[in-house]
Protein backbone atom coordinates (compact mmCIF):
# COMPACT_ATOMS: atom_id res chain seq x y z
CA UNK A 1 0.00 0.00 0.00
CA UNK A 2 1.53 3.51 -1.01
CA UNK A 3 0.55 6.96 1.06
CA UNK A 4 1.98 10.27 0.40
CA UNK A 5 5.02 11.34 1.84
CA UNK A 6 3.39 14.32 3.69
CA UNK A 7 0.94 12.38 5.28
CA UNK A 8 3.21 9.44 6.70
CA UNK A 9 5.94 12.14 7.82
CA UNK A 10 3.21 13.72 10.06
CA UNK A 11 2.10 10.17 11.12
CA UNK A 12 5.81 9.64 12.07
CA UNK A 13 6.44 12.84 13.90
CA UNK A 14 3.33 11.15 15.95
CA UNK A 15 4.81 8.46 16.69
CA UNK A 16 8.24 10.04 17.56
CA UNK A 17 6.07 12.00 20.34
CA UNK A 18 6.27 15.07 18.66
CA UNK A 19 3.75 17.30 20.17
CA UNK A 20 4.39 20.88 18.35
CA UNK A 21 5.90 22.04 15.39
CA UNK A 22 7.29 25.14 15.11
CA UNK A 23 7.25 27.59 11.70
CA UNK A 24 5.55 29.41 8.56
CA UNK A 25 3.95 28.54 5.61
CA UNK A 26 5.16 28.47 1.69
CA UNK A 27 4.35 27.10 -1.20
CA UNK A 28 7.15 24.44 -0.78
CA UNK A 29 5.29 22.87 2.72
CA UNK A 30 1.87 23.63 2.74
CA UNK A 31 1.47 19.62 1.80
CA UNK A 32 2.83 19.00 5.06
CA UNK A 33 0.78 21.88 6.84
CA UNK A 34 -2.23 20.11 5.48
CA UNK A 35 -1.55 16.72 6.80
CA UNK A 36 -1.03 18.47 10.00
CA UNK A 37 -4.48 19.77 10.21
CA UNK A 38 -6.42 16.57 11.47
CA UNK A 39 -3.02 15.46 13.55
CA UNK A 40 -3.03 15.69 17.27
CA UNK A 41 0.30 17.64 16.55
CA UNK A 42 0.23 21.51 17.18
CA UNK A 43 1.59 24.01 14.28
CA UNK A 44 2.69 26.91 15.95
CA UNK A 45 2.67 29.54 13.08
CA UNK A 46 4.63 32.70 13.55
CA UNK A 47 5.51 36.35 11.66
CA UNK A 48 8.80 35.36 11.14
CA UNK A 49 10.86 32.63 10.59
CA UNK A 50 13.86 33.16 13.13
CA UNK A 51 10.83 33.09 16.09
CA UNK A 52 10.44 29.96 14.78
CA UNK A 53 13.41 28.40 15.39
CA UNK A 54 13.85 30.53 19.05
CA UNK A 55 10.73 29.32 19.98
CA UNK A 56 11.88 25.89 19.08
CA UNK A 57 15.52 26.26 20.75
CA UNK A 58 13.15 27.65 24.22
CA UNK A 59 10.85 24.57 23.44
CA UNK A 60 13.69 21.93 23.29
CA UNK A 61 15.37 23.41 26.02
CA UNK A 62 12.68 23.24 28.95
CA UNK A 63 11.07 20.19 27.58
CA UNK A 64 13.99 18.32 27.23
CA UNK A 65 13.11 17.10 23.85
CA UNK A 66 13.93 17.46 20.32
CA UNK A 67 12.03 20.46 18.55
CA UNK A 68 10.57 20.52 14.81
CA UNK A 69 10.91 23.15 12.60
CA UNK A 70 8.53 23.31 9.29
CA UNK A 71 10.33 26.19 7.07
CA UNK A 72 10.03 27.32 3.50
CA UNK A 73 12.48 27.35 1.26
CA UNK A 74 15.45 30.51 0.30
CA UNK A 75 14.27 33.52 2.46
CA UNK A 76 12.10 31.13 5.00
CA UNK A 77 15.48 28.94 5.29
CA UNK A 78 17.48 32.14 5.78
CA UNK A 79 14.99 33.90 7.69
CA UNK A 80 15.50 30.74 9.99
CA UNK A 81 19.40 30.71 10.10
CA UNK A 82 20.09 32.53 13.24
CA UNK A 83 18.01 30.73 15.20
CA UNK A 84 19.09 27.54 13.79
CA UNK A 85 22.80 28.47 14.22
CA UNK A 86 21.74 29.57 17.97
CA UNK A 87 20.76 26.43 18.66
CA UNK A 88 24.12 24.30 17.12
CA UNK A 89 25.93 27.07 19.29
CA UNK A 90 24.43 25.83 22.68
CA UNK A 91 23.89 22.14 21.46
CA UNK A 92 20.31 22.14 20.82
CA UNK A 93 18.42 19.18 19.54
CA UNK A 94 16.43 20.24 17.23
CA UNK A 95 15.41 18.67 13.50
CA UNK A 96 14.72 21.56 10.63
CA UNK A 97 12.35 20.39 7.37
CA UNK A 98 12.65 22.56 4.81
CA UNK A 99 10.67 22.69 1.37
CA UNK A 100 12.72 22.71 -1.90
CA UNK A 101 12.15 23.84 -5.54
CA UNK A 102 10.51 21.11 -7.30
CA UNK A 103 13.02 18.40 -8.38
CA UNK A 104 12.59 18.51 -11.60
CA UNK A 105 13.15 21.88 -11.52
CA UNK A 106 16.95 22.08 -10.90
CA UNK A 107 18.93 24.19 -12.30
CA UNK A 108 16.45 26.38 -13.91
CA UNK A 109 16.12 28.80 -11.15
CA UNK A 110 12.87 28.31 -9.87
CA UNK A 111 11.14 30.72 -7.84
CA UNK A 112 13.33 31.65 -4.90
CA UNK A 113 15.80 28.78 -5.25
CA UNK A 114 19.44 29.52 -4.14
CA UNK A 115 21.47 28.87 -6.61
CA UNK A 116 23.93 31.51 -7.84
CA UNK A 117 26.93 28.33 -7.33
CA UNK A 118 25.52 25.61 -7.43
CA UNK A 119 22.09 23.78 -8.62
CA UNK A 120 19.87 22.65 -6.23
CA UNK A 121 22.27 23.82 -3.72
CA UNK A 122 20.03 25.80 -0.83
CA UNK A 123 20.71 23.05 1.82
CA UNK A 124 24.58 23.73 1.71
CA UNK A 125 23.58 27.12 3.85
CA UNK A 126 23.29 25.32 7.14
CA UNK A 127 26.66 23.22 6.55
CA UNK A 128 28.81 25.39 8.89
CA UNK A 129 26.58 24.85 11.78
CA UNK A 130 23.87 21.59 11.45
CA UNK A 131 25.35 18.69 12.48
CA UNK A 132 24.62 17.10 9.16
CA UNK A 133 22.26 18.75 5.89
CA UNK A 134 20.55 16.54 3.82
CA UNK A 135 18.49 16.81 0.76
CA UNK A 136 16.02 14.29 0.06
CA UNK A 137 16.73 12.67 -4.39
CA UNK A 138 14.54 10.19 -4.25
CA UNK A 139 11.08 9.93 -2.01
CA UNK A 140 11.56 6.28 -1.15
CA UNK A 141 15.10 7.71 0.89
CA UNK A 142 12.96 10.08 2.68
CA UNK A 143 11.80 7.55 5.84
CA UNK A 144 15.70 6.57 6.35
CA UNK A 145 16.68 10.26 6.56
CA UNK A 146 14.16 11.47 8.45
CA UNK A 147 14.79 8.41 10.85
CA UNK A 148 18.89 9.53 10.63
CA UNK A 149 18.33 13.07 11.61
CA UNK A 150 16.45 12.26 14.49
CA UNK A 151 18.90 10.16 15.94
CA UNK A 152 21.73 12.55 15.13
CA UNK A 153 20.19 15.14 16.39
CA UNK A 154 19.83 13.78 19.63
CA UNK A 155 23.04 11.45 20.55
CA UNK A 156 26.95 12.01 20.85
CA UNK A 157 26.55 16.02 20.99
CA UNK A 158 23.22 17.14 20.31
CA UNK A 159 22.60 19.75 17.98
CA UNK A 160 20.22 20.44 15.02
CA UNK A 161 20.18 19.00 11.31
CA UNK A 162 18.80 19.94 8.08
CA UNK A 163 16.31 17.85 5.95
CA UNK A 164 15.94 19.95 3.12
CA UNK A 165 12.54 18.42 1.23
CA UNK A 166 12.20 19.08 -2.94
CA UNK A 167 8.11 20.07 -2.81
CA UNK A 168 7.07 17.32 -5.25
CA UNK A 169 8.19 14.66 -3.30
CA UNK A 170 5.92 15.84 -0.44
CA UNK A 171 3.40 14.99 -2.37
CA UNK A 172 4.60 11.52 -3.78
CA UNK A 173 3.58 8.24 -2.60
CA UNK A 174 5.90 5.40 -0.95
CA UNK A 175 5.36 2.19 0.30
CA UNK A 176 3.92 2.28 3.86
CA UNK A 177 6.32 -0.15 4.59
CA UNK A 178 9.15 1.92 4.03
CA UNK A 179 7.86 3.71 7.23
CA UNK A 180 6.70 0.70 9.08
CA UNK A 181 9.93 -0.26 9.36
CA UNK A 182 11.18 2.86 11.27
CA UNK A 183 9.14 1.37 13.85
CA UNK A 184 11.53 -1.58 14.22
CA UNK A 185 14.70 0.69 15.28
CA UNK A 186 14.91 1.77 18.58
CA UNK A 187 14.84 5.70 19.29
CA UNK A 188 17.52 5.77 22.09
CA UNK A 189 20.79 4.85 22.22
CA UNK A 190 23.06 3.57 24.97
CA UNK A 191 25.71 6.57 25.83
CA UNK A 192 29.13 6.38 27.06
CA UNK A 193 30.16 5.67 30.97
CA UNK A 194 33.71 5.90 32.08
CA UNK A 195 35.17 2.67 34.22
CA UNK A 196 36.05 2.15 37.29
CA UNK A 197 40.00 2.47 36.83
CA UNK A 198 39.22 6.03 35.09
CA UNK A 199 36.75 7.42 37.95
CA UNK A 200 38.91 5.77 40.37
CA UNK A 201 42.04 7.95 39.40
CA UNK A 202 39.77 10.90 39.04
CA UNK A 203 38.50 10.54 42.57
CA UNK A 204 41.86 9.91 43.75
CA UNK A 205 43.55 13.43 42.03
CA UNK A 206 40.42 15.36 43.66
CA UNK A 207 40.79 13.91 47.45
CA UNK A 208 44.45 14.50 47.03
CA UNK A 209 44.33 18.24 45.74
CA UNK A 210 44.45 21.22 48.29
CA UNK A 211 42.30 23.26 46.26
CA UNK A 212 40.18 21.66 44.32
CA UNK A 213 36.96 22.97 42.26
CA UNK A 214 34.72 22.15 39.99
CA UNK A 215 33.63 23.58 36.96
CA UNK A 216 30.27 23.16 35.10
CA UNK A 217 29.24 23.66 31.82
CA UNK A 218 25.57 23.30 29.88
CA UNK A 219 26.51 20.15 29.16
CA UNK A 220 24.90 19.04 32.70
CA UNK A 221 22.27 20.78 31.74
CA UNK A 222 21.73 18.75 28.34
CA UNK A 223 22.61 14.81 30.32
CA UNK A 224 19.96 16.07 33.04
CA UNK A 225 22.60 15.57 35.46
CA UNK A 226 22.02 18.42 38.22
CA UNK A 227 20.85 15.63 40.61
CA UNK A 228 23.70 13.56 40.39
CA UNK A 229 26.18 16.62 40.05
CA UNK A 230 24.91 17.69 44.14
CA UNK A 231 25.26 13.72 45.07
CA UNK A 232 29.60 14.20 44.26
CA UNK A 233 29.83 17.97 45.51
CA UNK A 234 28.00 16.91 48.87
CA UNK A 235 29.81 13.79 49.26
CA UNK A 236 33.35 15.47 48.63
CA UNK A 237 32.68 18.84 49.62
CA UNK A 238 34.13 20.15 46.74
CA UNK A 239 33.18 24.39 45.51
CA UNK A 240 31.29 24.66 42.82
CA UNK A 241 31.74 27.23 39.01
CA UNK A 242 30.12 27.45 36.29
CA UNK A 243 29.93 28.80 33.07
CA UNK A 244 26.75 30.71 31.84
CA UNK A 245 25.33 28.07 30.36
CA UNK A 246 26.06 26.11 33.33
CA UNK A 247 24.06 28.23 35.54
CA UNK A 248 21.48 26.75 37.27
CA UNK A 249 22.90 23.05 36.84
CA UNK A 250 23.72 23.64 40.81
CA UNK A 251 20.74 25.62 42.84
CA UNK A 252 22.54 29.50 43.59
CA UNK A 253 21.86 28.92 46.82
CA UNK A 254 23.71 25.63 47.53
CA UNK A 255 26.30 25.81 50.64
CA UNK A 256 29.48 25.18 47.62
CA UNK A 257 28.16 27.38 45.11
CA UNK A 258 30.26 29.97 43.71
CA UNK A 259 28.79 31.37 40.72
CA UNK A 260 29.76 32.05 37.41
CA UNK A 261 33.31 32.92 35.81
CA UNK A 262 34.86 34.70 33.57
CA UNK A 263 34.36 38.39 32.29
CA UNK A 264 31.21 38.87 34.13
CA UNK A 265 32.34 37.16 36.92
CA UNK A 266 32.93 38.55 40.23
CA UNK A 267 36.87 39.03 42.10
CA UNK A 268 36.22 35.87 44.40
CA UNK A 269 34.84 33.36 41.85
CA UNK A 270 37.73 34.32 39.22
CA UNK A 271 40.62 33.75 41.71
CA UNK A 272 39.21 30.70 43.25
CA UNK A 273 39.56 29.21 40.14
CA UNK A 274 42.96 30.87 39.43
CA UNK A 275 44.52 29.55 42.36
CA UNK A 276 42.99 26.30 42.28
CA UNK A 277 45.49 23.68 41.87
CA UNK A 278 42.83 21.36 40.16
CA UNK A 279 39.59 21.73 38.39
CA UNK A 280 37.46 18.91 37.02
CA UNK A 281 35.36 20.62 34.35
CA UNK A 282 32.00 18.67 33.10
CA UNK A 283 30.65 19.35 30.18
CA UNK A 284 32.22 23.01 29.08
CA UNK A 285 33.77 24.20 26.14
CA UNK A 286 35.75 26.78 27.96
CA UNK A 287 34.56 29.31 25.84
CA UNK A 288 36.52 32.85 25.59
CA UNK A 289 33.76 34.82 27.75
CA UNK A 290 34.18 32.45 30.52
CA UNK A 291 37.76 32.00 30.63
CA UNK A 292 38.46 35.73 30.51
CA UNK A 293 39.80 35.98 26.66
CA UNK A 294 42.01 32.43 28.20
CA UNK A 295 44.68 34.80 29.90
CA UNK A 296 45.66 33.09 33.00
CA UNK A 297 46.02 35.87 35.31
CA UNK A 298 42.00 36.61 35.29
CA UNK A 299 40.30 33.28 35.82
CA UNK A 300 41.91 29.89 34.75
CA UNK A 301 45.59 28.99 34.94
CA UNK A 302 46.51 26.48 33.58
CA UNK A 303 48.44 23.77 33.03
CA UNK A 304 50.06 25.48 36.94
CA UNK A 305 46.32 24.44 37.86
CA UNK A 306 45.91 20.69 36.56
CA UNK A 307 42.46 19.66 34.47
CA UNK A 308 40.27 16.81 34.78
CA UNK A 309 37.82 17.04 31.66
CA UNK A 310 35.01 14.78 31.07
CA UNK A 311 32.50 15.93 27.76
CA UNK A 312 30.59 13.71 25.19
CA UNK A 313 32.25 15.37 22.58
CA UNK A 314 35.96 14.42 22.02
CA UNK A 315 36.73 17.69 20.42
CA UNK A 316 36.24 19.76 23.42
CA UNK A 317 38.27 18.61 25.29
CA UNK A 318 41.99 19.93 25.30
CA UNK A 319 40.61 22.59 22.62
CA UNK A 320 41.70 25.94 25.07
CA UNK A 321 43.62 24.52 27.46
CA UNK A 322 45.93 21.19 28.25
CA UNK A 323 44.14 18.47 29.87
CA UNK A 324 45.99 15.83 32.68
CA UNK A 325 43.23 13.25 32.42
CA UNK A 326 40.60 13.54 29.88
CA UNK A 327 37.53 11.10 29.01
CA UNK A 328 34.34 11.31 26.57
CA UNK A 329 31.28 10.11 28.26
CA UNK A 330 27.66 11.01 28.57
CA UNK A 331 27.66 13.35 31.97
CA UNK A 332 24.98 11.77 33.95
CA UNK A 333 26.18 8.14 33.92
CA UNK A 334 29.84 9.72 34.25
CA UNK A 335 28.84 11.18 37.86
CA UNK A 336 27.19 8.27 38.91
CA UNK A 337 30.48 6.18 38.62
CA UNK A 338 32.71 9.07 40.03
CA UNK A 339 29.81 9.15 43.45
CA UNK A 340 30.00 5.78 43.58
CA UNK A 341 33.90 5.27 43.48
CA UNK A 342 34.26 8.75 45.53
CA UNK A 343 32.07 7.03 48.69
CA UNK A 344 33.94 3.53 48.30
CA UNK A 345 37.47 5.60 48.67
CA UNK A 346 35.88 8.19 51.20
CA UNK A 347 33.33 6.59 52.86
CA UNK A 348 32.60 9.09 55.23
CA UNK A 349 32.67 12.19 53.01
CA UNK A 350 34.17 15.16 53.29
CA UNK A 351 32.32 18.78 55.01
CA UNK A 352 34.73 20.89 53.97
CA UNK A 353 33.09 23.40 56.64
CA UNK A 354 35.68 26.13 56.38
CA UNK A 355 34.82 26.77 52.73
CA UNK A 356 31.24 27.01 52.87
CA UNK A 357 31.83 29.58 55.60
CA UNK A 358 34.10 31.16 53.03
CA UNK A 359 31.49 31.22 50.48
CA UNK A 360 28.66 32.58 53.29
CA UNK A 361 30.67 35.94 53.80
CA UNK A 362 31.73 36.21 50.02
CA UNK A 363 28.14 36.56 49.21
CA UNK A 364 27.09 38.89 52.16
CA UNK A 365 29.91 40.90 50.97
CA UNK A 366 28.90 41.28 47.58
CA UNK A 367 24.71 41.53 48.69
CA UNK A 368 25.74 44.39 50.80
CA UNK A 369 27.69 46.09 47.76
CA UNK A 370 24.86 45.51 45.80
CA UNK A 371 22.18 47.14 48.39
CA UNK A 372 22.95 50.36 47.77
CA UNK A 373 21.98 49.91 44.03
CA UNK A 374 18.93 47.41 45.00
CA UNK A 375 17.17 50.19 47.34
CA UNK A 376 17.76 53.05 45.00
CA UNK A 377 14.21 54.73 44.44
CA UNK A 378 15.43 56.77 41.46
CA UNK A 379 13.83 56.22 38.24
CA UNK A 380 14.73 55.30 35.36
CA UNK A 381 15.46 52.14 37.30
CA UNK A 382 18.80 50.54 38.24
CA UNK A 383 19.13 47.04 36.83
CA UNK A 384 19.88 45.31 40.01
CA UNK A 385 16.60 46.58 41.49
CA UNK A 386 15.17 45.24 38.55
CA UNK A 387 16.49 41.93 39.17
CA UNK A 388 16.44 41.83 42.86
CA UNK A 389 12.64 42.13 42.28
CA UNK A 390 12.01 39.84 39.62
CA UNK A 391 13.49 37.41 41.49
CA UNK A 392 11.33 38.14 44.70
CA UNK A 393 8.21 37.85 42.66
CA UNK A 394 8.65 34.50 41.12
CA UNK A 395 8.19 31.09 42.22
CA UNK A 396 11.72 28.90 42.42
CA UNK A 397 10.83 27.10 39.99
CA UNK A 398 10.08 29.94 36.87
CA UNK A 399 11.42 29.99 33.90
CA UNK A 400 13.62 32.92 32.83
CA UNK A 401 14.99 33.44 29.51
CA UNK A 402 17.37 36.48 28.75
CA UNK A 403 18.45 38.36 25.56
CA UNK A 404 21.94 39.53 25.55
CA UNK A 405 23.39 42.89 27.23
CA UNK A 406 23.16 44.03 30.81
CA UNK A 407 19.89 41.47 30.90
CA UNK A 408 22.00 38.73 30.35
CA UNK A 409 25.00 39.94 32.11
CA UNK A 410 23.13 40.50 35.33
CA UNK A 411 21.79 37.63 35.69
CA UNK A 412 24.54 35.52 34.95
CA UNK A 413 26.56 37.50 37.31
CA UNK A 414 23.62 38.00 40.82
CA UNK A 415 20.15 36.48 39.69
CA UNK A 416 19.84 33.36 41.46
CA UNK A 417 18.94 30.21 39.76
CA UNK A 418 17.53 27.27 42.09
CA UNK A 419 15.81 24.73 39.61
CA UNK A 420 18.17 22.60 36.78
CA UNK A 421 17.09 23.55 33.64
CA UNK A 422 15.15 26.86 34.44
CA UNK A 423 17.57 29.83 32.88
CA UNK A 424 17.25 29.90 28.95
CA UNK A 425 19.90 32.47 27.63
CA UNK A 426 21.78 32.39 23.96
CA UNK A 427 25.25 31.30 25.36
CA UNK A 428 27.69 30.31 22.23
CA UNK A 429 26.30 32.92 19.73
CA UNK A 430 24.87 35.58 21.94
CA UNK A 431 21.74 35.99 19.61
CA UNK A 432 20.42 39.28 20.11
CA UNK A 433 16.35 38.41 19.55
CA UNK A 434 16.57 35.30 21.22
CA UNK A 435 14.97 35.92 24.37
CA UNK A 436 11.59 37.39 23.64
CA UNK A 437 10.54 34.31 21.33
CA UNK A 438 12.41 31.27 23.62
CA UNK A 439 9.90 32.11 26.31
CA UNK A 440 6.72 30.86 24.37
CA UNK A 441 8.69 27.94 23.20
CA UNK A 442 9.45 27.17 26.77
CA UNK A 443 5.95 27.88 28.16
CA UNK A 444 4.23 26.11 25.53
CA UNK A 445 6.96 23.31 26.90
CA UNK A 446 5.98 24.18 30.41
CA UNK A 447 2.53 25.04 30.95
CA UNK A 448 1.89 25.03 34.58
CA UNK A 449 5.05 27.19 35.28
CA UNK A 450 5.44 31.18 35.12
CA UNK A 451 7.84 32.08 32.30
CA UNK A 452 9.54 35.72 32.42
CA UNK A 453 11.88 36.83 29.31
CA UNK A 454 14.27 39.58 30.56
CA UNK A 455 14.52 41.34 27.45
CA UNK A 456 16.38 44.38 26.38
CA UNK A 457 14.50 47.16 24.19
CA UNK A 458 17.17 46.37 21.76
CA UNK A 459 16.63 42.63 22.01
CA UNK A 460 12.84 42.96 21.66
CA UNK A 461 12.86 45.03 19.11
CA UNK A 462 14.18 42.44 17.05
CA UNK A 463 10.89 40.74 16.49
CA UNK A 464 8.15 42.41 18.41
CA UNK A 465 5.56 39.99 16.23
CA UNK A 466 6.14 37.14 18.65
CA UNK A 467 3.10 39.30 20.15
CA UNK A 468 1.18 37.75 17.57
CA UNK A 469 1.80 34.50 18.08
CA UNK A 470 0.91 34.86 22.22
CA UNK A 471 -2.13 36.40 21.32
CA UNK A 472 -3.40 33.90 18.82
CA UNK A 473 -1.97 30.85 20.55
CA UNK A 474 -3.11 32.86 24.33
CA UNK A 475 0.53 32.15 25.76
CA UNK A 476 0.90 33.99 28.82
CA UNK A 477 4.73 34.54 28.61
CA UNK A 478 5.69 37.87 30.50
CA UNK A 479 8.16 40.28 28.55
CA UNK A 480 10.26 42.78 31.28
CA UNK A 481 11.88 44.89 28.22
CA UNK A 482 14.50 46.69 30.52
CA UNK A 483 14.75 49.78 28.74
CA UNK A 484 18.07 51.56 27.96
CA UNK A 485 17.14 53.43 24.97
CA UNK A 486 20.16 51.61 23.32
CA UNK A 487 21.89 49.23 22.55
CA UNK A 488 23.73 49.40 26.27
CA UNK A 489 26.65 46.97 26.29
CA UNK A 490 27.95 48.27 22.86
CA UNK A 491 27.04 51.92 23.61
CA UNK A 492 29.20 51.44 27.20
CA UNK A 493 32.13 50.06 24.87
CA UNK A 494 32.13 52.42 22.60
CA UNK A 495 31.48 55.51 24.81
CA UNK A 496 34.41 53.98 26.91
CA UNK A 497 37.11 53.72 24.09
CA UNK A 498 35.76 56.22 21.61
CA UNK A 499 34.12 59.05 23.03
CA UNK A 500 31.13 58.99 21.34
CA UNK A 501 27.95 56.64 20.83
CA UNK A 502 27.20 57.00 17.22
CA UNK A 503 25.00 54.14 15.54
CA UNK A 504 24.13 52.45 19.03
CA UNK A 505 21.66 54.61 20.80
CA UNK A 506 18.47 55.30 19.87
CA UNK A 507 17.49 59.11 19.18
CA UNK A 508 15.19 61.30 17.55
CA UNK A 509 15.48 65.32 16.77
CA UNK A 510 18.35 64.71 19.62
CA UNK A 511 16.40 63.74 22.22
CA UNK A 512 16.50 59.81 23.44
CA UNK A 513 13.77 57.84 21.32
CA UNK A 514 12.09 54.19 22.47
CA UNK A 515 8.95 53.11 21.07
CA UNK A 516 5.96 52.74 23.52
CA UNK A 517 5.95 48.98 24.22
CA UNK A 518 2.75 48.71 26.42
CA UNK A 519 0.97 50.40 23.57
CA UNK A 520 2.51 48.17 20.70
CA UNK A 521 1.42 45.53 22.90
CA UNK A 522 -2.01 46.47 23.20
CA UNK A 523 -2.00 47.07 19.15
CA UNK A 524 -1.40 43.16 19.09
CA UNK A 525 -4.01 42.47 21.58
CA UNK A 526 -1.63 41.69 24.42
CA UNK A 527 -1.77 43.33 27.82
CA UNK A 528 0.92 46.35 28.47
CA UNK A 529 1.91 48.26 31.28
CA UNK A 530 4.47 51.63 30.83
CA UNK A 531 6.12 52.03 34.30
CA UNK A 532 6.33 55.07 35.45
CA UNK A 533 8.25 54.58 38.95
CA UNK A 534 10.53 52.39 40.53
CA UNK A 535 7.67 51.82 42.73
CA UNK A 536 4.93 50.66 39.91
CA UNK A 537 7.22 47.86 38.57
CA UNK A 538 6.95 45.04 41.31
CA UNK A 539 3.12 45.26 41.73
CA UNK A 540 2.76 45.58 38.07
CA UNK A 541 4.82 42.39 37.93
CA UNK A 542 2.50 40.35 40.51
CA UNK A 543 -0.16 41.68 38.72
CA UNK A 544 1.06 40.07 35.29
CA UNK A 545 1.54 36.75 36.93
CA UNK A 546 -1.74 36.67 38.40
CA UNK A 547 -3.40 37.73 35.25
CA UNK A 548 -2.22 34.39 33.38
CA UNK A 549 -2.22 36.33 30.32
CA UNK A 550 0.71 37.44 27.93
CA UNK A 551 1.58 40.53 29.12
CA UNK A 552 4.24 43.31 28.22
CA UNK A 553 5.89 45.31 31.13
CA UNK A 554 8.18 48.41 29.64
CA UNK A 555 10.30 49.64 32.69
CA UNK A 556 13.04 52.21 31.88
CA UNK A 557 16.44 51.44 33.22
CA UNK A 558 19.73 52.78 33.41
CA UNK A 559 22.38 51.68 30.94
CA UNK A 560 24.51 51.40 34.16
CA UNK A 561 27.43 48.42 33.40
CA UNK A 562 27.30 45.10 35.66
CA UNK A 563 30.87 45.62 37.45
CA UNK A 564 33.06 42.95 36.25
CA UNK A 565 36.61 41.38 38.01
CA UNK A 566 36.98 39.33 35.05
CA UNK A 567 39.04 40.51 31.29
CA UNK A 568 37.74 40.59 27.66
CA UNK A 569 40.51 41.03 25.40
CA UNK A 570 38.58 42.97 22.80
CA UNK A 571 39.11 45.64 25.61
CA UNK A 572 42.99 45.76 24.41
CA UNK A 573 42.57 46.04 21.41
CA UNK A 574 40.33 49.15 21.79
CA UNK A 575 42.95 50.99 24.26
CA UNK A 576 46.23 49.09 24.24
CA UNK A 577 47.47 49.30 27.92
CA UNK A 578 44.85 51.39 29.22
CA UNK A 579 42.82 49.06 31.21
CA UNK A 580 39.06 50.20 29.86
CA UNK A 581 36.17 48.79 30.28
CA UNK A 582 32.42 49.81 29.63
CA UNK A 583 30.93 53.41 31.10
CA UNK A 584 27.41 54.53 31.98
CA UNK A 585 25.13 56.39 30.29
CA UNK A 586 22.34 58.51 31.20
CA UNK A 587 19.18 58.35 29.35
Known amino acids: MKELISHQLVMYLEMRGVEHIFGLCGHTNIAVLSALEKSKIKFINVRHEQIAAHMADGYARAKKQTSVVLTHLGPGLTNAATGVANAALDSIPMVVIAGDVPSHFYGKHPHQEINLHSDASQYEIYRPFVKRAWRVDRPELFPEIIEKAFQLAENGRPGPVLVSVPMDIFSKEVDVSLFERLKHHTKTLHKPSIDNETAKLMIERLISAKNPVIYVGGGILLADASKELRDLVDHLGIPVAYSLMGKGAISDDHPLALGMTGF??????????????????????????????????????????????????????????????????????????????????????????????????????????????????????????????????????????????????????????YEAGTILTPGGYATMGFGAPAALGAKIAQPDKVVVSLVGDGGFGQNPSVLATAAEENIPVIWVIMNNYAFGTIAGLQKAHYGTTHGTVFHKEGKPYSPD?????????????????????????????????????????????????????????????KKVHHVALTI
Not at 273 to 286: E, M, S, V
Not at 375 to 395: A, G, H
Open 517 to 577: FAAIAKAYGVEGIKIQSADEFKPALKHAIESNKPFVIDVAMLNEPVPTAGHWNIMDIYSPN
Open 264 to 417: WGTQFINDTCRNADLILALGTRFSEADCSSWEPEYTFNFPTTKLIHIDIDPNEIGRNYPVEIGAVADLKQALEVLTRVAKEMVPEGRENLKFKQIIVEYKEEFRKKNLVHVQDNSYPMRPERILQEVREVLPRDAYITTDVGWNKNGVGQQFPI
